[in-house]
T-cell receptor, first 115, second 112 residues
Protein backbone atom coordinates (compact mmCIF):
# COMPACT_ATOMS: atom_id res chain seq x y z
CA UNK A 1 0.00 0.00 0.00
CA UNK A 2 1.91 3.07 -1.26
CA UNK A 3 -0.40 5.74 0.24
CA UNK A 4 0.49 9.13 -1.24
CA UNK A 5 3.35 9.30 -3.71
CA UNK A 6 5.04 12.38 -5.12
CA UNK A 7 7.43 12.90 -8.01
CA UNK A 8 10.05 14.18 -8.31
CA UNK A 9 11.73 14.08 -4.91
CA UNK A 10 14.05 16.96 -5.74
CA UNK A 11 14.18 19.49 -8.53
CA UNK A 12 16.32 22.50 -9.44
CA UNK A 13 14.83 25.10 -11.75
CA UNK A 14 16.02 28.37 -13.20
CA UNK A 15 13.86 31.44 -12.80
CA UNK A 16 11.16 31.46 -15.47
CA UNK A 17 11.17 27.73 -16.11
CA UNK A 18 8.02 25.70 -15.71
CA UNK A 19 7.41 22.33 -14.15
CA UNK A 20 4.69 20.07 -12.86
CA UNK A 21 4.76 18.27 -9.52
CA UNK A 22 2.92 15.00 -9.60
CA UNK A 23 0.91 13.43 -6.79
CA UNK A 24 -1.06 10.20 -6.66
CA UNK A 25 -2.93 8.38 -3.89
CA UNK A 26 -4.17 4.81 -3.80
CA UNK A 27 -6.55 5.11 -0.85
CA UNK A 28 -9.62 6.02 -2.89
CA UNK A 29 -9.74 9.38 -1.12
CA UNK A 30 -12.00 12.13 -2.37
CA UNK A 31 -9.99 15.16 -1.27
CA UNK A 32 -6.46 16.10 -2.18
CA UNK A 33 -4.27 19.04 -1.18
CA UNK A 34 -1.05 20.81 -2.02
CA UNK A 35 0.98 22.51 0.73
CA UNK A 36 4.27 24.28 0.87
CA UNK A 37 6.59 24.38 3.85
CA UNK A 38 9.08 27.18 4.29
CA UNK A 39 11.67 27.62 7.06
CA UNK A 40 10.15 29.18 10.17
CA UNK A 41 6.60 28.72 8.89
CA UNK A 42 3.95 26.08 9.20
CA UNK A 43 2.58 24.23 6.23
CA UNK A 44 0.47 26.54 4.07
CA UNK A 45 -2.28 25.35 1.77
CA UNK A 46 -1.80 26.23 -1.89
CA UNK A 47 -4.78 24.50 -3.53
CA UNK A 48 -7.15 21.73 -2.69
CA UNK A 49 -9.59 19.52 -4.51
CA UNK A 50 -12.66 18.37 -2.61
CA UNK A 51 -13.62 15.88 -5.28
CA UNK A 52 -12.71 14.78 -8.76
CA UNK A 53 -13.27 17.62 -11.15
CA UNK A 54 -13.18 20.44 -8.59
CA UNK A 55 -10.34 22.60 -7.34
CA UNK A 56 -10.20 25.61 -5.04
CA UNK A 57 -7.63 28.10 -3.88
CA UNK A 58 -6.02 27.84 -0.50
CA UNK A 59 -4.02 30.39 1.42
CA UNK A 60 -1.15 30.94 -1.06
CA UNK A 61 -2.32 30.12 -4.62
CA UNK A 62 -0.50 32.83 -6.58
CA UNK A 63 1.96 31.49 -9.13
CA UNK A 64 0.47 28.00 -9.16
CA UNK A 65 -2.11 26.03 -11.08
CA UNK A 66 -3.53 22.61 -10.32
CA UNK A 67 -5.26 19.81 -12.14
CA UNK A 68 -7.31 17.01 -10.61
CA UNK A 69 -6.71 14.58 -13.42
CA UNK A 70 -8.84 11.83 -11.89
CA UNK A 71 -9.65 10.61 -8.41
CA UNK A 72 -6.11 9.36 -7.87
CA UNK A 73 -4.00 12.18 -9.24
CA UNK A 74 -3.58 15.86 -8.37
CA UNK A 75 -0.82 17.83 -10.04
CA UNK A 76 0.67 21.22 -9.20
CA UNK A 77 2.13 23.37 -11.98
CA UNK A 78 4.51 26.27 -11.74
CA UNK A 79 4.20 28.16 -15.03
CA UNK A 80 7.10 30.55 -14.46
CA UNK A 81 9.14 29.63 -11.43
CA UNK A 82 10.44 32.34 -9.11
CA UNK A 83 13.05 32.12 -6.32
CA UNK A 84 10.22 32.78 -3.82
CA UNK A 85 8.79 29.40 -4.79
CA UNK A 86 11.82 27.61 -3.39
CA UNK A 87 10.22 25.36 -0.81
CA UNK A 88 9.28 21.84 0.13
CA UNK A 89 5.97 20.85 -1.39
CA UNK A 90 3.71 18.27 0.21
CA UNK A 91 0.71 16.60 -1.33
CA UNK A 92 -1.94 15.16 0.97
CA UNK A 93 -5.24 13.38 0.73
CA UNK A 94 -8.21 12.70 2.97
CA UNK A 95 -11.37 10.65 2.70
CA UNK A 96 -13.29 13.95 3.03
CA UNK A 97 -16.86 13.36 1.94
CA UNK A 98 -18.90 15.41 4.36
CA UNK A 99 -16.94 18.61 4.72
CA UNK A 100 -16.03 17.86 8.30
CA UNK A 101 -12.34 17.87 9.03
CA UNK A 102 -10.61 14.56 8.53
CA UNK A 103 -7.14 13.22 8.95
CA UNK A 104 -4.88 14.06 6.06
CA UNK A 105 -2.30 11.62 4.74
CA UNK A 106 0.85 13.22 3.38
CA UNK A 107 3.32 12.27 0.71
CA UNK A 108 7.09 12.40 1.32
CA UNK A 109 7.47 15.85 -0.25
CA UNK A 110 9.22 17.43 -3.22
CA UNK A 111 12.14 19.74 -2.50
CA UNK A 112 12.23 22.51 -5.09
CA UNK A 113 15.07 24.98 -5.56
CA UNK A 114 14.57 27.90 -7.92
CA UNK A 115 17.76 29.72 -8.88
CA UNK B 1 -0.23 36.88 12.03
CA UNK B 2 0.30 33.33 13.24
CA UNK B 3 -3.00 31.91 14.44
CA UNK B 4 -1.35 28.73 15.70
CA UNK B 5 1.82 29.22 17.70
CA UNK B 6 4.38 26.72 18.86
CA UNK B 7 6.74 28.88 20.85
CA UNK B 8 9.32 26.23 21.66
CA UNK B 9 11.38 25.41 18.56
CA UNK B 10 13.02 22.44 20.27
CA UNK B 11 12.79 20.20 23.32
CA UNK B 12 15.13 17.57 24.74
CA UNK B 13 13.88 14.86 27.07
CA UNK B 14 15.45 11.77 28.61
CA UNK B 15 14.11 8.41 27.53
CA UNK B 16 11.36 7.22 29.85
CA UNK B 17 10.40 10.71 31.01
CA UNK B 18 7.41 12.77 29.96
CA UNK B 19 7.55 15.04 26.90
CA UNK B 20 5.18 18.01 26.88
CA UNK B 21 4.73 19.95 23.69
CA UNK B 22 2.69 23.13 23.78
CA UNK B 23 0.58 25.00 21.29
CA UNK B 24 -1.38 28.25 21.56
CA UNK B 25 -4.00 29.57 19.18
CA UNK B 26 -5.68 32.90 18.69
CA UNK B 27 -8.71 32.13 16.54
CA UNK B 28 -11.69 31.31 18.77
CA UNK B 29 -13.46 29.78 15.78
CA UNK B 30 -11.08 26.81 15.75
CA UNK B 31 -12.99 23.76 16.87
CA UNK B 32 -10.79 20.84 15.88
CA UNK B 33 -7.14 20.35 16.71
CA UNK B 34 -4.56 17.86 15.58
CA UNK B 35 -0.98 16.86 16.15
CA UNK B 36 1.20 15.56 13.34
CA UNK B 37 4.64 14.03 13.62
CA UNK B 38 7.29 14.43 10.96
CA UNK B 39 10.55 12.57 10.48
CA UNK B 40 13.28 14.01 8.22
CA UNK B 41 12.69 13.46 4.49
CA UNK B 42 9.16 12.20 5.15
CA UNK B 43 5.73 13.78 5.09
CA UNK B 44 3.84 14.56 8.30
CA UNK B 45 1.84 11.70 9.77
CA UNK B 46 -1.26 12.09 11.87
CA UNK B 47 -0.79 11.41 15.57
CA UNK B 48 -3.84 12.42 17.57
CA UNK B 49 -6.72 14.88 17.45
CA UNK B 50 -9.24 16.52 19.73
CA UNK B 51 -12.57 18.22 19.21
CA UNK B 52 -13.39 21.42 21.05
CA UNK B 53 -16.19 19.65 22.89
CA UNK B 54 -13.58 17.63 24.77
CA UNK B 55 -10.73 18.63 27.01
CA UNK B 56 -8.69 15.45 26.78
CA UNK B 57 -8.05 12.66 24.31
CA UNK B 58 -5.77 9.72 24.86
CA UNK B 59 -4.21 7.19 22.52
CA UNK B 60 -1.66 4.89 24.07
CA UNK B 61 1.35 6.91 25.16
CA UNK B 62 -0.05 10.09 23.63
CA UNK B 63 -2.52 12.42 25.32
CA UNK B 64 -3.72 15.78 24.07
CA UNK B 65 -5.19 18.32 26.46
CA UNK B 66 -7.28 21.28 25.38
CA UNK B 67 -7.88 24.38 27.48
CA UNK B 68 -10.37 26.44 25.49
CA UNK B 69 -10.46 29.37 27.88
CA UNK B 70 -6.68 29.75 27.59
CA UNK B 71 -6.67 28.83 23.88
CA UNK B 72 -3.98 26.32 24.65
CA UNK B 73 -3.37 22.70 23.87
CA UNK B 74 -0.60 20.36 24.80
CA UNK B 75 0.63 16.96 23.76
CA UNK B 76 1.97 14.65 26.44
CA UNK B 77 4.10 11.65 25.53
CA UNK B 78 4.62 9.17 28.36
CA UNK B 79 7.02 7.44 28.46
CA UNK B 80 9.14 9.08 25.82
CA UNK B 81 11.11 6.80 23.51
CA UNK B 82 14.03 7.54 21.15
CA UNK B 83 11.75 6.76 18.19
CA UNK B 84 9.61 9.73 19.22
CA UNK B 85 12.40 12.07 18.14
CA UNK B 86 10.79 14.09 15.36
CA UNK B 87 9.21 17.44 14.59
CA UNK B 88 5.71 17.81 15.99
CA UNK B 89 3.20 20.10 14.32
CA UNK B 90 0.11 21.43 15.98
CA UNK B 91 -2.78 22.16 13.60
CA UNK B 92 -6.24 23.68 13.95
CA UNK B 93 -9.38 23.87 11.87
CA UNK B 94 -12.58 25.87 12.08
CA UNK B 95 -14.63 23.08 10.55
CA UNK B 96 -13.95 23.37 6.86
CA UNK B 97 -11.91 20.31 6.01
CA UNK B 98 -10.15 22.12 3.26
CA UNK B 99 -8.49 24.68 5.50
CA UNK B 100 -6.13 23.74 8.27
CA UNK B 101 -3.72 26.11 9.98
CA UNK B 102 -0.40 24.62 11.05
CA UNK B 103 2.10 25.77 13.62
CA UNK B 104 5.78 25.94 12.76
CA UNK B 105 6.62 22.80 14.67
CA UNK B 106 8.64 21.75 17.72
CA UNK B 107 11.63 19.46 17.32
CA UNK B 108 11.66 16.80 20.02
CA UNK B 109 14.82 14.92 20.84
CA UNK B 110 14.53 11.95 23.16
CA UNK B 111 17.93 11.08 24.59
CA UNK B 112 18.61 7.38 25.31
Amino acid sequence: NAGVTQTPKFQVLKTGQSMTLQCAQDMNHNSMYWYRQDPGMGLRLIYYSASEGTTDKGEVPNGYNVSRLNKREFSLRLESAAPSQTSVYFCASSAGTSGAFETQYFGPGTRLLVL
Amino acid sequence: DQQVKQNSPSLSVQEGRISILNCDYTNSMFDYFLWYKKYPAEGPTFLISISSIKDKNEDGRFTVFLNKSAKHLSLHIVPSQPGDSAVYFCAASSGGYQKVTFGIGTKLQVIP
